[in-house]
Structures are given as C-alpha cells and as structure tokens.
C-alpha cells in the first residue's frame, strides 16, 4: 500500500526566512500526485500546491515551491520569505490518477516566530 | 466564486441522538468525500460518492452513512454519536477519481 511520511511533527522559522518542509512516499505506480496542503487552526484545508509525477519541473505557486525527487521518491515543500498566515498543520498527499484515495503523511506544525 | 459549502459550521448533539451533517458544492464535481479529522491527526476517510456511486471504506463504522441526492448535495448521518464521534467532519470533492480534491471548511461535531 502506499504511504506518506513527514518526519518532522513539528518546525519553527523566523518571519521572513525560509522553511522546507519534508515528505517521502512510498510507491510503485508511475503515474500519479502530490499535494501539499495547509490546515490553519480552526480553519479550512487549502491546497497549497500540486505536482504531476510526469512532469520533471518542479511546482510553484507564489512564495511556495517544491523539490519533487522522483527516484528518491522525495516531495519537499519550501517556503520562502515566511508570514505570519503562514503558521498552519502542513499535509503532504498522494494519490494515483483513479484511484479512490487520497493518502495523507501525518502533518508537520508550523509555527512562524516574528 | 466556486466552493465547497458545509452546515453546520458547529453542530453539539447528545449522546445517541442522530445527527445530520450537510455539504454542497458548486463545482459540479463528479466525486464528494466524507473525511473524520481528530485533533492534530490527518483526515480519515469515511466514504465517497463517485456520482451515484456509494464507496466506503472498510474499516467505517456501521454508525456512519451517507445520502447523495444530486450532484451538489452530500449528507453524512451519524446514527447513534457517541463520545468518540466528536470530531471534525470535512467534506471534499474531486473532477474524477484520483484528482485534487478541494475541501469544505468543516463541521466541529461536539457530543455531550
């Protein structure tokens, strides 16, 4: 079965520099997704960003990219320039093109120091 | 704007009164996911609709169902809550299978 892991629970950063947050999958499919998404307290999941296991160029939205590794089968998530709104549960996700599910990695916390 | 609506955004029930979470969504997305969050854990999924087309996981609960009139309405029933049911209940919905799927921004089930 496929798996997702994040071995950091939890990550702090100063305001305004940058964080990379990890993710490692476990799989034997060749075409499916990765996801990073962003749970605030108490507030709505939102999909931060999204990469094509197909495409070789790594994903970014804005101050958001990621380092996707294929045979090293790594999704990390960087951060750059840190906000305040930033502070959130980060879940990195995988799911293959049908499939019926989306796997979640345990999530890593967030906290942004000002 | 297109979304992923959920009501209550907080429901208190009792302890075995059934209770009735909503979710619309103006995507007209083919597949709507009922997902369990406990504190500070990642989403588990309950069931899934691809369309009309019930899906549920195994390891679901008999206490848990679900209704999908039309396309843009899910309900999720709790048939007799108990304690260990207080959680977060998300909604999402997906094009297809095995696409992004885009979340509703919860109901906080209190059972008392």
């Known amino acids: 079965a496929q798996t997702v892991t994040q071995s950091q629970p939890e990550m702090s950063v100063q305001e305004a520099e940058t964080v990379t947050l990890s993710c490692t999958y476990d799989t034997s499919e060749s075409d499916y997704y990765l996801f990073w998404y962003k749970q605030p307290p108490s507030r709505q999941m939102i999909l931060v960003i999204r990469q094509e296991a197909y495409k070789q160029q790594n994903a970014t939205e804005n101050r958001f990219s990621v380092n996707f590794q294929k045979a090293a089968k790594s999704f990390s998530l960087k951060i750059s320039d840190s906000q305040l709104g930033d502070a959130a549960m980060y879940f990195c996700?995988?799911?293959?093109?049908?499939?019926?599910?989306?796997?979640f990695g345990q999530g890593t916390r967030l906290t942004i120091n000002p | 704007d297109a979304m992923v609506i959920q009501n209550p955004r907080y429901q208190v029930t009792q302890f075995g009164k059934p209770v009735t979470l909503s979710c619309s969504q103006t995507l007209n997305h083919n597949v709507m996911y009922w997902y369990q969050q406990k504190s500070s854990q990642a989403p588990k999924l309950l069931f899934h609709?691809?369309?009309?087309?019930?899906?549920n996981e195994a390891d679901t609960p008999d206490n848990f169902q679900s209704r999908r009139p039309n396309t843009s309405f899910c309900f999720l029933d709790i048939r007799s809550p108990g304690l260990g049911d207080a959680a977060m209940y998300l909604c999402?919905?997906?094009?297809?299978?095995?696409?992004?799927?885009?979340f509703g921004p919860g109901t906080r089930l209190l059972v008392l």
């Open positions: 999402a919905t997906s094009r297809d299978q095995g696409e992004t799927q885009y």
């Open positions: 609709y691809y369309d009309k087309d019930f899906n």
């Open positions: 996700a995988y799911t293959e093109r049908g499939a019926q599910k989306l796997v």
